[in-house]
């Protein structure tokens, strides 16, 4: 059976500020962000690809509780979303369906990440 994308999507709200610009740090400001986390795999006997409410348990323990109502340069070195989803995508690895992970910084600007998996798919 050919495999199914699930995508689950999660909102935190966090405060940041880029370090790195060219035209030097930028002041602390807030946003609403967004998090889509992707599995891939096949339809299993029951029904599903993966269980919706097990997959936000996990979002929920390793990665919401970290981030929401958080300054997140206290958790990711110049949180840019390009860094916040590396971050993400690293407390979820273990997740074995982990396909992709996308940040929304904002409306309209997000950036996706589909890991080192990606190589293995070429």
Known sequence: MAAML???EFSFEAAHHLTKLPSGPEPV?????????TLEGPV???GMVFDFV???DVVEKKVLKKLDHADLNRVVANPSAERVALWVWKQLEALPLLSAVQVWECEGCSVTYRGEREKERV
């Open 29 to 37: 400001h807030g946003h609403t962000w967004r998090l889509n986390v």
């Open 6 to 8: 699930l995508t689950r």
């Open 44 to 46: 299993q006997p029951d």
């Open 54 to 56: 097990k997959l936000g």
